[in-house]
């Protein structure tokens, strides 16, 4: 079965757009910093400006960017379930009623 982006997106919700939005900006940065310290694209992009061309290869990679989405999110979001403490660890014991204190001593049997 092929999964699409909304439907990652739906199951998933702000994982899915976390995950998505953390590739495209390590792509943008990425690509702006390999630009900016001497790559020379030699496409038209070459001479837009550090950035722009940066961006232009930014979402010239979506498609490889969507796959990486739909790849990384059920993995993030398992991940993310098992760091996340459990919404009933916090609130344990408020169902139940509070119990007595039991005392420590014993009390002493008959024939001792």
Known sequence: MRRTLKQIAAEYGAVAV???LTIFTVV???????????WKPGSVGGGVGTF???YIFTKLTQPLRIAATLALTPLVARAYERMRPSPRAGVAGR???ARPAVESSRSAEPGE
């Open 18 to 20: 976390v995950v998505y």
């Open 28 to 38: 943008l940065l990425g690509s702006w910093a390999a630009v900016g310290l001497g």
């Open 52 to 54: 722009a061309a940066a």
């Open 95 to 97: 169902d139940e009623p």
